[in-house]
């Protein structure tokens, strides 16, 4: 079971952190990502990292301002969030895959073989 931690409401500008860990299971043996849903919006990926930490993808929107890592030693994933947005207000969900993806078209929720629980991340403007 994957458990996603670290959401919280801050202001507009300012940086969070996500956490995901597993419980059960080492995320090490997957591909991780986290996804996003916005109120009245559908899950939309926003980042993931290959298995062997030698790829990340991002969603164009926080290329410029999020860095998805893990480590593997402590069995965690990350999602290091800078300069956030209003737009960025959403729940945050870490996923898992077996197989790595290498286009950001392919990573749609139907493609995660495990979810976790989400985070709120509420941002004021």
């Known amino acids: 079971q994957l458990q996603a931690s670290g959401g919280g409401l801050v202001q507009t500008g300012e940086s969070l952190r996500l956490s995901c860990t597993a419980s059960g299971r080492h995320v090490t043996t997957y591909n991780m990502a986290w996804f996003r849903q916005a109120p009245g919006k559908e899950r939309e990926f926003v980042a993931a990292?290959?298995?062997?930490?030698?790829?990340?993808l991002y969603l164009e929107s926080v290329k410029d301002r999020f860095t998805i890592s893990r480590d593997n030693a402590k069995n965690m994933v990350y999602l290091q969030m800078n300069n956030l947005k209003f737009e960025d207000t959403a729940v945050y969900y870490c996923?898992?895959?077996?197989?790595?993806?290498?286009?950001?078209?392919?990573?749609?929720?139907?493609?995660?073989?495990?979810w976790g629980q989400g985070t709120l991340v509420t941002v004021s403007s």
């Open positions: 996923a898992a895959r077996n197989n790595w993806l290498v286009g950001v078209s392919t990573w749609s929720s139907s493609a995660v073989d495990y």
């Open positions: 990292i290959r298995q062997s930490m030698s790829k990340t």
